[in-house]
Structure formats: C-alpha cells, structure tokens
C-alpha cells in the first residue's frame, strides 16, 4: 500500500434475506462456504440487488456497508474494481494494494457525499481465490464523526475472509499497517521435558497487541448493550484469527517436537496446560488486559484468558478440536478440549469439552474448581 494512504489510516485508527448468521458471521449466498464476513455485532440488511450487491447498516454506530461481488474476469485487479467501484459512487479516493492471502487485495480510504451528507469511510478488494470473483466492501460514517467510527470500520474489513487459509490469519486491514516482516526472531521453548526451537516474524508482537487494542475499542460499544456476549465472542474470534497466522510455525514445531513422545492428543494437550500454568502471572498494564501471544512466548507476563487462547491457537492449528470459555461473573477464562477421557466438562456446539485450568499448577484436563463449575455463567467462544 501507499506510505500515505497507511499513514493516513493509522491515524485514523488513533444479499439476500437468504444470507444467514453463523456464530456472528455473516455468510452472502453465491460465494463458497468458506468466504464470510464476521462484522461486529448489530448489522442490519437494508437493500440488496439480487445476489450480488448488498447494503447493510449498523445499530450501534452510523456505519454503513456496501458489499459488491463482481464475477470473474470483471476487473484485471482488486484495485482496479475498488477504484471503478468508488468513481462510480462520485467518491474521492486514494487507494493502494497490500499483499494478502497469497494474492493483491486492496485497501483506500475515501470522501465525498453520499445521500446529501459528507461522508469518510474505509474500502477494500480481494480477489476470492477458490471462484475468481472479486468482493468489495465500502464503509462510511458522516465526516464529522470519522474519529468515533474510523476503528470500527476497520474491523469490518479486518472480518473479510475470503478461503479457509484467512480464517486462521491476520485480517487486510492489520496486514495493511503491519506487513509481514522478512526477518526472523528465534524462540526457544522448554515444554513437557523438551527443548524446542522455532521463531516468529518480527514486529508479530507490536502488531498482535496493536489489533488487540482496536478491537477492545469495538467491544466497548457494547458494554451495555444485550448484544454483549455476541460482541465478546468476536472480539476472542478477532484475536485467535490474527493469533493463529502469526503463531502458525510455533504451532507446528512444537507438535513435531512434542506428538511422538505423547500417548495421545491428550496428553500433548496437558503437556501444553502444565507448561502455561508455569508461566509469570502479570496482568497486561492496558485497556485490554489482553497480552498479545507473540509477547508471551517472548517471555512476557500473561493472565487467565491470554494463557488460555495460546492453548486454544496451538491445538486448533493442528486440527486437536478446543474452545474457550469466558466468564464475567468469575472474571476467568479457561481452555476447553474434546477428549475421550474421562473428566469434568461444559457442552458446547454438540460437544463435551473437558476444561484446562491454566493458572492453577498441577490441575489436568477434566477438573475445575468447585466454586467455578457453573456452567449458566460461562459463555463458549468457538472457534473455527
């Protein structure tokens, strides 16, 4: 992308009713099953044009959203439909391409008047890999409320998937203000009696705690709103989406290390809960409270729920089923893992998942403590 146009959205970040909702996604009829878009809470469908081009308002904010499916071969580019899509609006524009998913996407932001009022949104374009079709999404707000609505409108975009790869991977708009270093730091891990050696790109932990820190925005429009636990859920979803790509080596080289010295999943899964319970308790010192998962491995201090989502990335990246379960009442996350054996457990999605406790030493996959075992007042964050 464009020095200018990052630098200008770094500052700023200071169709059918046949389309349904699926853990907070909403997937568009005509695309594969895999492309979906996981807006923030609170979207409304308020007109379409057959299958292909839809408008969708926002409850909480004075957002608006515009997705458009071009089919094959419409465009050269993802750039190319932004820009034809935004000069058709009568929108100023200054767009740029971010590499993304292997491909080209596109990002810009742009101005100008829509329905009789100044307006700043946000806009993107990627190319969907499995079809050919090109997806564009363009957000606005009134002009005169761009500060309030700017982070919000860049989770939306942050939400795009476009294949299964993006569901486990940092969204366009992070990628857009932090592209993907080349360089290298190398990591070494002590876990379960083993020493692992593994690395992670530069600057993954400055920009994990940067989504972090956007997307606590976004759930803190809805503290008191009754959507709040579908909120919290995404903002989970937001953080092992992005966690998950950044982790993705780590994730690897500790199974291949690890897997043929265990009995089973199981037990490399409690190899994994014993290691965390391990690590320095130190809450995050930010709005958050949220450590980033590349600065834990790092060795920075982390709490309950950042423990409990590391647990959640690594066995998710090797296909070992978790979840994680968050609780306001108990002001504590734990991990949850599909296991044959036998032990205590919360259902969710048509499972049993036995719970990992990761801040108490000594505790195995299958206990809790007893003053915490309600399930009423524990709400489930699946995960892909």
Known sequence: MTSNAKKII?????????????????????????????????????????????????????VKLAVRIYETQAFPSAHDALS???????????AG?????????????????????????????????ETGRTVTLI?????KLKESCSIFMGSIIDGLCIGSESCFSPGLFTSSLFPESDETEKITLSIGGKTISTQLRSGAGEAAQDLISREYVVLGLYLTSPLWKE????????????????LKEVSFDIYRTLAPHCADETDFAQKLLSWTQGFAYERNQTESDFTALPLIL??????CDSRSMLIAVILQSVHIDSILFVSREYS????????????????AAGKLYLTGDTTVTGATWGTIAADLGDSRKWIPVELP
């Not at 907070?24 to 379409?48: A, K, Q």
């Not at 957000?139 to 002009?143: F, H, I, K, L, T």
């Not at 909120?231 to 950044?246: P, V």
């Not at 504590?332 to 259902?347: C, E, M, N, R, T």
């Open 10 to 62: 770094a500052s700023a970040a200071a169709i059918l009713l046949s389309a349904v909702s699926f853990a907070g996604r909403t997937r568009f009829s005509g695309l594969p099953e895999s492309v979906f878009i996981d807006l923030p809470e609170g979207f409304r469908l308020e007109n379409h044009i057959g299958d292909t081009s839809f408008l969708l308002q926002s409850t909480v904010l004075p």
């Open 84 to 94: 034809a899509s935004l000069e058709k609006l009568g929108l100023k524009h200054e």
């Open 97 to 129: 391409t971010v590499s993304w998913q292997g491909g080209t996407a596109a990002l810009a932001i742009h101005s100008g008047t829509v329905a009789g009022e100044e307006s700043f949104g946000y806009s993107a374009a990627a190319a969907v890999p």
């Open 139 to 143: 957000s606005w707000c009134p002009e």
């Open 231 to 246: 909120a919290l859920t995404r903002y989970y979803r937001m953080i092992f989406k992005d966690s998950c790509g950044r």
């Open 298 to 303: 790092a060795g920075a201090g982390s709490d």
């Open 332 to 347: 504590h996350a734990i991990a949850g893992l599909v296991s044959d054996h036998p032990g205590f457990g919360f259902k």
